[in-house]
């Protein structure tokens, strides 16, 4: 007996690649939302690492920050320690200064024939008051503390006789002005 196929071929072919092609689209899909739910997943990861970095990181700003603040109130004291050293310096080598000068200045007095009674600083300025034998005796004194290298001029403001003990003498006052530095 002899068999016929009353099916067309063709469409038991076309059936099978139509279910074939919708087996692949669905694989093909389901790949496709599998990949789209790794890299969802990969980076809900990663944005939770780097929020937790970012939160570390803010943490070790504010204490980096804590610690920069305390640096700079240590560099401010640091700064004026040192300015206050600087003062302390200047006046312990300014601290025998007046004394040295002083002494220079009395060693710059005739023995015998001027005596100062008076010495007074202001500023830059210098006040002697004394007797001296005569006005030659003066003279000489002022001539002697105008080369005395603290000293920049000498001016005579008075001058007069005066009767100390019986004897004649004359009485003076310079005005001195001192060089800048000293």
């Not at 920049?152 to 005066?162: E, I, R, Y």
Request: with cysteine; aromatic share 8%; proline share 2%.
């Amino acid at each position: 007996m002899i068999k016929i196929n009353l099916i067309p071929y063709h469409e038991k072919e076309k059936k099978e690649n139509l279910a074939r092609q919708i087996a692949v689209m669905a694989g093909a899909f389901l790949l496709f939302i599998l990949c789209l739910a790794g890299v969802y997943v990969y980076m809900t990861v990663q944005v939770g690492r780097l929020e937790t970095k970012l939160t570390e990181s803010r943490d070790k700003l504010k204490a980096l920050e804590a610690k920069v603040g305390d640096l700079d109130k240590y560099k401010s004291q640091i700064a004026e320690f040192e300015l206050k050293l600087g003062v302390i310096g200047t006046l312990e080598e300014n601290r025998v200064y007046p004394v040295k000068m002083f002494d220079d200045l009395a060693m710059l007095v005739p023995q015998k024939s001027v005596w100062l009674t008076k010495i007074g600083q202001s500023d830059e300025s210098l006040t002697l008051e004394g007797v001296g034998r005569d006005n030659i005796a003066v003279a000489g004194f002022m001539k002697t503390i105008e080369n005395f290298p603290a000293i920049q001029s000498v001016d005579l403001v008075s001058s007069k006789k005066v009767e100390i003990a019986e004897t004649t003498l004359q009485q003076f006052i310079f005005s001195c002005k001192l060089k800048k530095g000293f």
